[in-house]
């Protein structure tokens, strides 16, 4: 089945400073990689996707870059703010509906 | 408004005694799953289903039951509870087609004593 690493678990940076966050995956089937953001006592939400047609996807401040010859890929936040403190978790998928997640990062921003 | 609802938010009970935590979606989508969600372990899948009465093991089915009579409905069963089984549970639903996008309920904070 599917193993997704991700790493670092935990990652501080000053606000205005750029984040990266890295998963790797291990099953070269897999087609679609998102990342979710989860505030404090709230539920995940999807902030971002890339499918493994493209190399990589942008949306305002955050990307996500994919590299499938090395089956890793990565979320990055630049000009971080206040907000973008939470934790955020990668995915990669293993057929039928199901999902394998990474283990998360907890990302604070210092003000 | 679109939504995925859970049932109870908070619940705390006694290893061996049978409970039910409800989820509905009122998104019309195909797909719906659990998750556990423990620290350091990141969001575990428990079990998943893609239509109406087919339902999918996950990575950690263990000691858990699902049921999908209804599109909307995917409510987890804990036939014997017990204190390995206290997590943050989560309900998801997402569409069958060119996203995957998981829309997540509020969780659930389970506690067996």
């Known amino acids: 089945g599917e193993n997704v690493e991700q790493h670092p678990s935990t990652l501080s940076v000053q606000e205005g400073d750029s984040a990266v966050i890295k998963c790797t995956y291990s099953?070269?089937?897999?087609?679609?990689f998102p990342w979710y953001k989860q505030e404090l006592g709230k539920r995940p939400q999807l902030i971002i996707d890339?499918?493994?047609?493209?190399g990589e996807k942008k949306d305002q401040r955050i990307a996500v870059t994919l590299n499938k010859t090395a089956k890793h890929f990565s979320l990055h936040i630049t000009e971080t703010q206040p907000e973008d403190s939470a934790v955020y978790f990668c995915?990669?998928?293993?057929?039928?509906?199901?999902?394998?997640f990474g283990t998360g990062t907890s990302l604070t921003v210092i003000p | 408004e679109a939504q995925v609802t859970q049932n109870p938010r908070y619940l705390i009970t006694v290893t061996g005694k049978k409970l039910t935590v409800t989820c509905s979606q009122n998104?019309?989508?195909?797909?719906m799953s659990w998750y556990r969600q423990d620290p350091g372990l990141g969001l575990r899948q428990i079990y998943y289903?893609?239509?109406?009465?087919?339902?999918d093991k996950g990575d950690v089915p263990e000691g858990y039951k699902v049921s999908r009579k209804e599109k909307r409905n995917f409510p987890l069963i804990l036939e014997s509870p017990s204190p390995n089984q206290t997590s943050l549970y989560f309900c998801a639903s997402n569409d069958r087609g060119s996203t995957y996008e998981q829309y997540f309920g509020p969780g659930t904070r389970l506690t067996v004593t």
């Open positions: 998104m019309n989508h195909e797909y």
């Open positions: 099953d070269s089937a897999s087609n679609y």
């Open positions: 995915a990669a998928p293993a057929g039928g509906n199901q999902f394998y």
């Open positions: 289903s893609m239509n109406v009465e087919v339902t």
């Open positions: 890339i499918r493994s047609n493209v």
